[in-house]
Each structure stands twice: as structure tokens, then as C-alpha cells.
């Protein structure tokens, strides 16, 4: 849909020169571009200063459907009216009464569509000298958009402020809960007492107990019986 839009602007900078020559003699307002959202209405007045008009057409340039409406006039009177079949029911026509010479018509596009964004432009018909003449006018670039321009806008606004306070949100919270840790582990460090080991008592070695031995017979040596004790070698020597 942007493309069309782009597409109708540059249409309307670069029409034809004969648009511009013609001007002099036909003219259409709003002459410029208009914004609207889907199911709105909006009017095109079309008028020319040359009297008796054979015929008028309201076309549209970026459509395969180029006529919209074809109005047969006679001394300035519709005798016959034809709309195109995707504007059937959606368009009200309104002459135009303050013209003092030539005539002009309201036509009031009513329910616009999404499909219904291009340019469209009056033309009006005559006879001059047996030959079939045309004057189009400038043309109006309607563009129908889903929401309105400033909707868009203050819906952008308030998701914006959206976002913020989520974020601000979330920060606090982080804050709390990482003040909380640090708080806990302080209280941690004050109030703990780390776990002595106990020390388990070595047991009592046992005494050293001499059992006596039997007394043995050497003829050359002389042992005491109790062999614990100093040794007498007094028998000896």
C-alpha cells in the first residue's frame, strides 16, 4: 500500500501539462492530499466554467478500473448516471448551485476501502466542431489508512511510556532483590560460628609387663633372675 502512495504523489506532481492548461477552465477541490481511515467519507467537487457540458467522468489513475463514475449531461442535467461496480452504493452526487456559468458537481465517496487509496481526477467532455474534446482537471489523492495519523501517533506515545515503566519496573525490582541478598548474607556472616572439630583422646598405651623367665645353667655365666634389672657380672670376673 506504501508503494501506491508513492505512486499517487508522484501522479500528481508529474500529470500531464494539458492538466495545467486546463485549469483555466475546470477545477477540482480539495486539489491536494487527502488522509482518511477505513469506513470514513470524503468529497470531491468538480466544476468547469464552459457551458454545456456534453459529459463528466470522476476517474482514478492507479486503477485497472479507471472510470469511477460517467455522468451523460444535457443543458447542464444528469440523464444518466454510471458508477463502477466496486462503487455501487458508496457514492452520492450533488450539483453544485452557486456556479453562475458552467456547472460543478459534489460527489461524496462514502465507505472507503484500504483499495480504495489512488488519484483521482475530474474530466469533463465537449463538442468542437464535430470533434470530441476532453478537459481533466487537477487531481486529488485520497489515501485511506487503517488508523488515523495522530491515533498512530499516541498509540506509539503510549506504548512507549509502556515500556518505560516496565523497565523502571523491573530495575527497582532487580535492585530489591540484590539489596535482599546482600542484606542476607551479611546477617549470614554475622551469626555464624564455625563448627569445631572434636578432638578424640589418643588410648592409654599399655604397660610394659616383664613375665620372669626360667632361671638357665651356664657354668660360666651367672645371671640375676630378674632379667629386667642391672645385670652382676661379680660372678663372672
Given at each position: 500500500?506504501?508503494?501506491?502512495?508513492w505512486?499517487c504523489?508522484?501522479?500528481?506532481?508529474f500529470?500531464?501539462?494539458?492538466?495545467?492548461?486546463?485549469?483555466w477552465?475546470v477545477?477540482?477541490?480539495p486539489s491536494?492530499?487527502?488522509?482518511i481511515?477505513?469506513?470514513?467519507?470524503d468529497?470531491?467537487?468538480?466544476?468547469?466554467?464552459?457551458p454545456?457540458?456534453?459529459?463528466?467522468?470522476?476517474?482514478?489513475?492507479?486503477?485497472?478500473?479507471?472510470?469511477?463514475?460517467?455522468l451523460s449531461l444535457?443543458?447542464?442535467?444528469?440523464?444518466?448516471?454510471?458508477t463502477?461496480?466496486?462503487?455501487?452504493?458508496?457514492?452520492?452526487?450533488?450539483?453544485?448551485?452557486?456556479?453562475v456559468q458552467?456547472?460543478g458537481?459534489?460527489?461524496r465517496?462514502?465507505?472507503?476501502?484500504l483499495?480504495d487509496?489512488?488519484?483521482y481526477?475530474?474530466s469533463?467532455?465537449?463538442?468542437?466542431?464535430?470533434?470530441?474534446?476532453?478537459?481533466?482537471?487537477?487531481?486529488?489523492v485520497?489515501?485511506?489508512?487503517e488508523?488515523?495519523?495522530?491515533?498512530?501517533?499516541?498509540?506509539?506515545?503510549?506504548?512507549l511510556i509502556?515500556?518505560?515503566l516496565?523497565?523502571?519496573?523491573?530495575t527497582?525490582i532487580m535492585f530489591?532483590?540484590?539489596?535482599?541478598?546482600?542484606?542476607?548474607?551479611?546477617r549470614?556472616k554475622?551469626d555464624?560460628r564455625?563448627?569445631?572439630?572434636?578432638?578424640?583422646?589418643?588410648?592409654n598405651r599399655?604397660?610394659?609387663?616383664c613375665?620372669?623367665r626360667?632361671?638357665?645353667?651356664?657354668?660360666?655365666?651367672?645371671t640375676?633372675?630378674?632379667?629386667?634389672?642391672?645385670l652382676?657380672f661379680?660372678?663372672?670376673?
Amino acid at each position: 500500500m506504501k508503494v501506491q502512495w508513492w505512486s499517487c504523489v508522484l501522479g500528481l506532481l508529474f500529470l500531464p501539462t494539458e492538466v495545467t492548461l486546463n485549469t483555466w477552465t475546470v477545477s477540482q477541490n480539495p486539489s491536494s492530499i487527502s488522509v482518511i481511515t477505513v469506513n470514513s467519507s470524503d468529497e470531491i467537487t468538480c466544476s468547469t466554467a464552459l457551458p454545456n457540458p456534453m459529459g463528466f467522468y470522476l476517474q482514478r489513475r492507479f486503477h485497472n478500473t479507471k472510470d469511477v463514475v460517467f455522468l451523460s449531461l444535457e443543458e447542464g442535467r444528469i440523464s444518466k448516471n454510471t458508477t463502477a461496480a466496486e462503487f455501487e452504493g458508496r457514492i452520492h452526487i450533488t450539483p453544485v448551485k452557486q456556479i453562475v456559468q458552467g456547472c460543478g458537481f459534489t460527489l461524496r465517496l462514502s465507505s472507503l476501502r484500504l483499495d480504495d487509496t489512488d488519484l483521482y481526477y475530474c474530466s469533463w467532455t465537449y463538442f468542437k466542431s464535430e470533434t470530441r474534446v476532453t478537459h481533466p482537471s487537477n487531481g486529488t489523492v485520497i489515501i485511506v489508512k487503517e488508523k488515523d495519523p495522530s491515533e498512530q501517533c499516541n498509540s506509539h506515545f503510549l506504548d512507549l511510556i509502556l515500556i518505560t515503566l516496565s523497565v523502571t519496573a523491573f530495575t527497582i525490582i532487580m535492585f530489591l532483590v540484590i539489596g535482599a541478598l546482600i542484606l542476607r548474607c551479611k546477617r549470614f556472616k554475622k551469626d555464624f560460628r564455625p563448627v569445631r572439630p572434636e578432638i578424640t583422646p589418643r588410648p592409654n598405651r599399655p604397660e610394659h609387663v616383664c613375665h620372669p623367665r626360667r632361671a638357665q645353667h651356664f657354668p660360666y655365666l651367672v645371671t640375676s633372675e630378674n632379667t629386667c634389672g642391672p645385670l652382676d657380672f661379680r660372678g663372672i670376673l
